[in-house]
């Protein structure tokens, strides 16, 4: 991994983002703090001709953004026509809203829309990938859990993996297993972090500072092809600070993990 592939996830500092002000100033710092590239997510209104003024101004690279999950599935050509605009060519369905896992026919109609919706992404260049919670490991489709049944039932040229590491560990899974699982189909990993807190259950944490194994992850990941490595802490912000927390974050992985 180079420095040159770290990117912050924005839903980091969704509230410090609800105003083009406020995104200009948030992005004036996230430039500072050493970041070269951002994923796009958790912004308040603004135009994506002014975003672009903004990203260029500050030398940030759009890497990827999440979009809205209905629209993906409803209306992809609105997704390509925005990543276009942003001159971005990753995006990623975020949150199954109102998928009911607990019905297979549901995961089975989730990965077919998933499907269909990148092929219209792939058509223009783009690239839909799936971003995983632990609810895809809590429910089964058959003997597969139902993040193992999308992915076998869509093409990897229609659906790549954004797996998140935070979220596969809750879900009781390995994150170095599934960067092996995604091998030529991995091109997004969302760096997150996680220590045992209250009664054992595993709370978010600053990259370094949590259990997972950073060295194995990153080995597998590039073995798999990632392109972007995005850092993200949903809560939990160190002196509940999220600027302070994303600074941490990439201070590790520049000091311990970055070639």
Same mark, same amino acid.
Request: proline share 6%; aromatic share 8%; hydrophobic share 40%.
């Given at each position: ?10 839903y ?8 083009? #002000? ?13 970041? *070269? ?14 975003? #672009?003024?903004?990203?260029d ?9 999440? &979009? ?6 409803? !209306? *992809? =050509? ?17 949150w199954?809203? +109102? /998928?009911?896992? =607990? =019905?297979?026919?549901?995961v ?11 092929? #219209? ?8 990938t799936?971003?995983?919670?632990? %609810? ?11 993040? =193992?049944? %999308? ?5 990897? +040229? ?9 979220? /596969?560990?809750?879900?009781g ?13 991995? *091109? ?10 209250? !009664? ?5 944490? &600053?990259?370094? @500072?949590? %259990?997972?194994?950073? *060295?194995? /992850?990153?080995? !597998? @990941? ?9 850092? &993200? ?7 509940? +600070?999220?600027?302070? @927390? ?6 590790? %992985? ?6």
């Amino acid at each position: 991994m180079r420095i040159e592939q770290v990117a912050a996830q924005l839903y980091t500092l969704r509230d410090h983002l609800k105003t083009p #002000v406020e995104i200009g100033r948030t992005l004036r710092r996230v430039k500072a703090m050493g970041y *070269p590239a951002v994923q796009v997510s958790g912004m308040g209104p603004i135009s994506e001709k002014e975003l #672009v003024k903004i990203l260029d101004g500050e030398g940030l690279v759009c890497c990827a953004t999440h &979009e809205d999950s209905k629209t993906i599935l409803a !209306e *992809p =050509e609105r997704i390509v026509d925005r990543l276009h605009q942003l001159n971005c060519t990753y995006t990623a369905y975020p949150w199954p809203a +109102d /998928i009911k896992f =607990e =019905e297979p026919g549901a995961v089975a109609a989730l990965a077919k829309a998933l499907d269909k919706a990148g092929a #219209v992404l792939r058509a223009a260049g783009q690239v839909l990938t799936y971003h995983n919670h632990d %609810i895809e490991f809590k429910h089964k489709v058959g003997h597969q859990s139902a993040l =193992e049944y %999308i992915y076998a039932n869509t093409s990897p +040229d229609h659906l790549q993996g954004e797996p998140d590491t935070f979220w /596969i560990k809750v879900g009781g899974d390995d994150p170095v297993t599934w960067c092996q699982k995604l091998r030529n189909r991995l *091109p997004l990993l969302h760096m997150k972090d996680g220590k045992p807190g209250p !009664e054992g259950k595993l709370v978010f944490a &600053e990259i370094g @500072s949590g %259990i997972l194994p950073w *060295p194995e /992850i990153l080995a !597998e @990941s590039e073995t798999s092809g990632c392109q972007w490595f995005i850092v &993200e802490q949903d809560s939990g912000w160190l002196n509940d +600070d999220p600027f302070a @927390s994303l600074e941490t974050s990439l201070h590790f %992985i520049t000091n311990h993990l970055v070639s």
